[in-house]
């Protein structure tokens, strides 16, 4: 198929609308047995006309277009030991390191130390957990978000929050970060493991260790704001930051770096259906 | 950390048994797959690290009483390393499909593992998820509702900060999603929309990827355009997916890729269109189509028509939208450059994937059915006659472009002089030789608009021995009446 020369001018150079020839009908056009009509045709998803572009994506897919290039290598470092107060794991791998920080420091109560997978867990849990004012308005109105991110209703108690997660959203009844918070113990703070069970459906912990300094003192009742809650877990993060500096790494979200992962195709490749992933960028943090 | 699993046949590609197939054999049981709504598409990530491949062979079938070990050892090890190699045994046993049941059908191991999967031990977790995640990859609906207790836990994971474990989880959910619809009736109430939503604002490509796959699975899914499509035009993911198929630097093939199924899926479901073209989808898309004939320019290779496929899809299918008119009756997408983009497509399809043609010419259909403006492009851009040079292809192509062909002739007496003198005559005696009857009758429409408007196309029609083209069809019952009409036409002419 032969394309005139003067196309790829065409595509290259700026938007532009070609003034209409005239449109000037003759009734005789449509007349029977003709039946040609000038229509937009539209297909719905099952029809067979996407047959073979839908074999196509499933091929894709199922990774059997597309050869699959070495798995990159782990980058290895020498051992290191996780920077944060009361952690003993030691990585000698920086994915490794990411993940278990995310996980275990990324969101953490500092007031009892237990993590959570997403802030919105967390600040639901200081809320409920560890400010007082909170505890005084629950009594007059809902105060119990409910968990799941997009549902804004509330409640009057984390047991009725409990069924509306259950009975509305089809969660578990033992939904591992929707622990009731137990009978508060006025000698001490809040300590990790104080439901009892020592098993992998405690909310998780940081260490299995126990944390040494409480921030709070036993028997004193604080009620540090949100905004001081978020400054100390802050500190945790930039003391983080300056050890990897010191390795030379960034953890977080660099937005500068691009990320891309490589697939070789059958055929060497020019478009950026080849990418290569790296899972860090070397450079210090700014 | 991840790499796709190497590039070769499976014995099976979801039900249908490929082995000692040649790829076209392959291509017909998959669109006969297609044709009984058996086509069910997963991905797969599994890391093929060395020192695993150094251990030699392929992982063995693990029974009851070895899965059972592998979970207490996972469960109760006293030292990490041994825990998590009890996972990574588990895992890799968990490739087969006899696993796979094996534990499922013991009791207290799905609990097990999502206890596991919410530890506190970041790395247990990790492996944990990976055997959820093979486990998704089965192709049996059990097993995949089986892993029902641990869907609130993946979408809570999806607020996250561990890109490789949202990554994971992702891939895990759209597995589990397009497997079975009890998985699907479970996630809607426990908000996979808005986490979703959520999580698509994440920097991070291979997180957009996955999303992007899990959400195209969510879409494809035979209760989507009641149950599902409204919950996501209602919510801000249309808005972000077409941010994510914005041409520029910043556009990224693999997540464009699985954006604009994702809005294929959508649009084709006719929802709610209008509110698509209100966010800009027209514009956007038009726009993708230059880039993407302009990628096609600068480089010989495969892999753009994964792109284009989907792209020529919604905007073919928007086109026939009524919103797309704006007050001054001017169609919203334009541009001449569009039908010069869809060109440099269309011959990039005609040597690398000539299955592609009906798509590149359905658009073209469309652009040019009520658009005054596409048919002059066409005839001035000098384009008949590369579309002339389609019909040989297949008769389904033939058809299409004799249509488009009609599209230009039926504007009147000043189109067709530009369609004359020709090739169009000589094709159309030569398509008119055809056996097709859909593709001689296009044809007989496109010499009656010819004959209307170019009354000198008849003389030459009669001494290039139009009239015996014309007769053999006088028998044809589809045919007939317009043979009929079009020889007292040429007679009387």
């Known amino acids: 198929m032969q394309l005139p020369p003067a196309l790829c001018a065409r595509l290259a150079a700026g938007p532009g609308v070609a003034e209409p020839l005239p449109v000037e009908r003759d009734p005789a056009a449509g007349a029977a047995p003709f039946r040609f009509v000038a229509r937009p045709v539209r297909f719905p998803r099952e029809h067979e006309f996407f047959e073979d572009g839908d074999v196509q994506r499933h091929l894709y897919l199922q990774d059997v277009l597309m050869q699959v290039a070495d798995a990159p290598e782990k980058p290895r470092v020498p051992a290191f030991a996780c920077q944060v107060a009361g952690c003993c794991q030691v990585f000698d791998a920086l994915d490794d390191y990411e993940h278990h920080y995310h996980t275990l420091h990324g969101n953490v109560c500092s007031f009892c130390k237990r993590a959570f997978p997403s802030g919105h867990l967390l600040d639901a849990h200081i809320l409920e957990w560890h400010d007082s004012l909170f505890q005084i308005l629950s009594e007059r109105q809902d105060m119990y978000q409910c968990l799941v991110e997009g549902c804004t209703e509330k409640f009057k108690t984390s047991r009725d929050r409990k069924d509306h997660l259950v009975r509305i959203h089809l969660y578990p009844v033992d939904f591992r970060f929707d622990k009731p918070k137990k009978n508060r113990s006025p000698a001490s703070a809040e300590v990790p493991g104080d439901s009892g069970e020592r098993s992998e459906g405690e909310a998780m912990e940081i260490c299995s260790e126990p944390v040494a300094a409480s921030p709070a003192p036993a028997g004193e009742r604080r009620t540090y704001s949100h905004r001081s809650v978020s400054k100390l877990f802050l500190k945790h993060v930039l003391n983080v930051c300056s050890v990897l500096r010191i390795l030379g790494c960034t953890l977080g979200r660099c937005a500068s770096h691009t990320e891309f992962r490589k697939v070789t195709l059958g055929k060497k490749i020019g478009f950026r259906f080849c990418r290569r992933r790296k899972s860090r960028c070397f450079r210090s943090c700014e | 950390m ?358 590149g010419l359905w658009l073209l259909n469309n652009l040019t059915a009520n658009s005054p403006s596409f048919c002059t492009s066409l005839l001035s851009l000098d384009l008949i006659e590369p579309l002339l040079q389609l019909l040989p292809v297949s008769n389904v192509v033939s058809v299409m472009v004799l249509t488009v062909l009609c599209n230009v002739a039926e504007k009147g007496p000043a189109y067709c002089q530009r369609l004359w003198p020709g090739p169009l005559l000589p094709t159309l005696l030569h398509t008119l030789a055809f056996s097709d009857t859909e593709v001689v009758g296009q044809s007989l429409e496109l010499l009656h608009l010819l004959f209307l408007y170019q009354p000198e196309a008849v003389q030459v029609f009669l001494q290039q021995s139009g009239l015996q083209a014309l007769e053999r069809h006088q028998e044809e019952a589809q045919l007939q009446d317009r043979v009929y009409a079009l020889r007292q036409t040429a007679l009387q002419g």
């Open chain 2, 2 to 359: 991840w790499s796709r699993r190497r590039g070769h046949l499976r014995p099976t590609v979801c039900g249908v048994e490929t082995s000692g197939l040649e790829p076209r054999d392959l291509g017909s049981a998959l669109r006969k797959a297609r044709r009984e709504q058996q086509l069910v598409s997963k991905r797969l990530l599994r890391e093929d690290a060395p020192e695993e491949a150094g251990e030699g062979c392929v992982a063995a079938i693990l029974g009851e009483a070895e899965v059972q070990q592998f979970l207490r050892q996972a469960q109760r090890g006293t030292e990490e390393k041994e825990r998590e190699g009890a996972l990574v045994s588990l895992r890799r046993g968990l490739q087969h499909p006899e696993t796979q049941q094996t534990f499922i059908q013991l009791e207290g191991s799905m609990r097990t593992l999502v206890g596991l999967l919410t530890s506190n031990q970041a790395l247990l977790q990790l492996e944990a998820a990976r055997c959820l995640h093979e486990l998704s990859h089965s192709e049996q609906s059990t097993i995949a509702e089986a892993c029902l207790p641990a869907t609130s836990y993946l979408l809570t994971y999806l607020s996250g900060h561990s890109s490789d474990f949202i990554e994971l989880c992702l891939y895990t959910l759209g597995n589990l999603i397009v497997e079975s619809e009890a998985v699907r009736r479970q996630l809607l109430p426990q908000g996979i929309v808005p986490a979703l939503a959520a999580c698509i604002q994440s920097p991070h490509v291979a997180v957009l990827e996955a999303l992007g796959y899990a959400l195209s699975q969510l879409l494809q899914a035979k209760e989507a355009p009641e149950k599902i499509i409204p919950s996501i035009l209602a919510s801000t993911l249309p808005q972000h997916m077409l941010q994510m198929l914005q041409p520029g630097p910043k556009l990224n093939p693999g997540v464009a890729v699985e954006f604009a199924w994702c809005l294929h899926y959508i649009i084709c479901s006719q929802v709610s269109n209008p509110l698509l073209i209100g966010h800009g989808a027209l514009s956007t898309l038009g726009l993708l189509l230059l880039d993407l004939a302009g990628a096609v320019q600068r480089t010989e290779d495969a892999g753009l028509e994964l792109l284009a496929c989907p792209v020529l899809r919604c905007l073919s299918n928007l086109l026939t939208e009524a919103a797309v008119e704006t007050v001054g009756g001017q169609m919203q997408l334009r541009d001449e450059r569009v039908v010069a983009a869809l060109f440099i497509l269309l011959q990039f399809f005609f040597q690398k994937q000539p299955s592609l043609l009906p798509e």
